[in-house]
Nanobody
Framework: QVQLVESGGGLVQAGGSLRLSCAASGRTFSNYVLGWFRQAPGKEREFVAGINWTGGSTYYANFVKGRFTISRDNAKNTVYLQMNSLKPEDTAVYYC????????????????WGQGTQVTVSS
């Protein structure tokens, strides 16, 4: 079992920044590929960013490339999502997920999820 707890969400104006954190406990953190997903009201949960076990490889959804950065600190059992140049369409609940496999952009490949943190971007 891996327990994930997200934090750092909030209300921000368009063009602003937020840094989300996801702290993990339980099994060895570095064994998991990690991802950030988001879900807006009435929409399905969608992939935002992913990072491999060492942090040496990252991948992003096209709509956040150049604005968001995913990183991880295995010593602190934490994954981060730095979000810059936020837009109103980024408003959603953001979730971190952990995959015991190779991870991917598919939410079904993730085994554990946090409870989510709300991000609201005002225009």
């Amino acid at each position: 079992q891996v327990q994930l707890v997200e934090s750092g969400g909030g209300l921000v104006q368009a063009g602003g920044s937020l840094r989300l954190s996801c702290a993990a406990s339980g099994r060895t953190f570095s064994n998991y590929v990690l991802g950030w997903f988001r879900q807006a009201p009435g929409k399905e949960r969608e992939f935002v960013a992913g990072i491999n076990w060492t942090g040496g490889s990252t991948y992003y959804a096209n709509f956040v490339k150049g604005r968001f950065t995913i990183s991880r600190d295995n010593a602190k059992n934490t994954v981060y999502l730095q979000m810059n140049s936020l837009k109103p369409e980024d408003t959603a609940v953001y979730y971190c997920g952990a995959s015991s496999g190779l991870g991917s952009r598919n939410r079904n490949d993730y085994d554990y999820w946090g409870q989510g943190t709300q991000v609201t971007v005002s225009s």
